[in-house]
């Protein structure tokens, strides 16, 4: 059996719910986490009497000590299947976001959360549908569907018709909480994504960026490049030169920065998978959003 790499997520807010996990919680109960002391007469549990507390209150009652449970979220993964994300140099960058849903499956398991499926191009892709659920091999099914998945022929998306697909397969997700990771390489419009992020709450939202190196670093060699749209399938050649390398490289960068801009300004700072998944540097990004 192949090794699934895992990585760790905490989110930065508390959620509701009782089924026991690895996330913090709102409710109160027999958790680990310390919230505050009761009085006895109001939570009668002689178990979790806190003899010192009581001593030092001065007003003669017993105090018990409160916890707040951990508990489990729900978590789902959307993901652009449209034309271009079955573009790569080496391996598809559809193929590298199921080797994330392979180890998130994993990962959420361990945790104890439940994970589900929701994909879409210019539309909702029913067949690609899973429904959040706890279950072991629950990820390793939802990325072999992923490497199986076959575009669907098309004119490339429009701003109406990339939005149209998303808004549609997310309507399952309109006002439930938990984690949704957003996979795309968002090579459509996004000016009107900024509308329809904010949907997604009370949800915490982790953007995926997927950009394959082929697409990000300009062929070295001055010579004529041919190339092709992912999307519409219509061909463009071009003469390699310094300064189209330049504006090539320039251009990247700016897409960079305002997909960044976008994200961090609904509180939800991007995840870029280049070319590979690195499950500890997933961890690392949970880390540096959460301190």
């Known amino acids: 059996m192949d090794r699934v790499d895992e990585f760790?997520?905490?989110?930065?807010?508390?959620?509701?719910?009782?089924?026991?996990?690895?996330?913090?919680?709102?409710?109160?109960?027999?958790?680990?986490?310390?919230a505050a002391h009761r009085r006895l007469f109001d939570h009668p549990d002689?178990?979790?009497?806190?003899?010192r507390a009581s001593v030092r209150d001065g007003r003669g009652d017993w105090l018990v000590r409160i916890h707040r449970l951990r508990v489990a979220i729900p978590v789902h993964v959307v993901v652009d299947v449209s034309a271009s994300m079955h573009f790569g140099a080496e391996r598809r960058k559809l193929d590298v976001v199921a080797d994330l849903v392979e180890a998130l499956g994993y990962s959420a398991f361990r945790a104890g959360d439940t994970v589900g499926l929701l994909a879409f191009d210019q539309r909702e892709r029913?067949?690609?549908?899973?429904?959040a659920r706890h279950s072991r091999g629950n990820g390793s099914l939802m990325a072999k569907m992923l490497r199986e998945c076959r575009a669907t022929p098309g004119a490339a998306p429009s701003d109406d018709s990339a939005l149209a697909g998303l808004?549609?397969?997310t309507e399952r997700l309109v006002g439930r909480g938990g984690?949704?990771?957003?996979?795309?390489?968002f090579h459509w419009p996004i000016a009107a994504l900024g509308e329809l992020l904010p949907q997604f709450a009370p949800a915490c939202v982790v953007?995926?960026?997927?950009?394959?190196?082929?697409?990000?670093?300009?062929?070295?060699?001055?010579?004529?490049?041919?190339?092709?749209?992912?999307?519409?399938?219509?061909?463009?050649?071009?003469?390699?030169?310094?300064?189209?390398?330049?504006?090539?490289?320039?251009?990247v960068a700016a897409r960079r920065a305002e997909l960044t801009e976008l994200f961090n300004a609904q509180g939800m700072p991007p995840f870029h998978l280049h070319g590979r998944f690195d499950?500890?540097?997933?961890?690392?990004?949970?880390?540096?959003t959460t301190a």
């Not at 002689?46 to 003899?51: A, E, M, S, T, W």
């Not at 950009?211 to 519409?232: F, G, I, K, N, Y």
């Not at 499950?279 to 540096?288: D, I, P, S």
């Open 167 to 169: 808004r549609r397969a």
């Open 126 to 131: 029913e067949d690609l549908f899973v429904p």
């Open 207 to 251: 953007p995926l960026v997927v950009w394959d190196p082929a697409e990000t670093e300009p062929p070295d060699s001055r010579a004529l490049v041919a190339l092709s749209d992912a999307e519409t399938g219509s061909r463009r050649s071009l003469w390699m030169r310094d300064s189209l390398r330049t504006r090539w490289r320039n251009a």
């Open 8 to 34: 760790h997520y905490q989110l930065p807010r508390r959620f509701g719910g009782w089924r026991p996990g690895a996330q913090r919680g709102l409710s109160q109960g027999s958790g680990q986490e310390f």
């Open 279 to 288: 499950a500890e540097a997933l961890t690392r990004y949970f880390m540096e």
């Open 46 to 51: 002689p178990r979790r009497i806190d003899l």
């Open 179 to 185: 984690l949704v990771f957003l996979a795309s390489d």
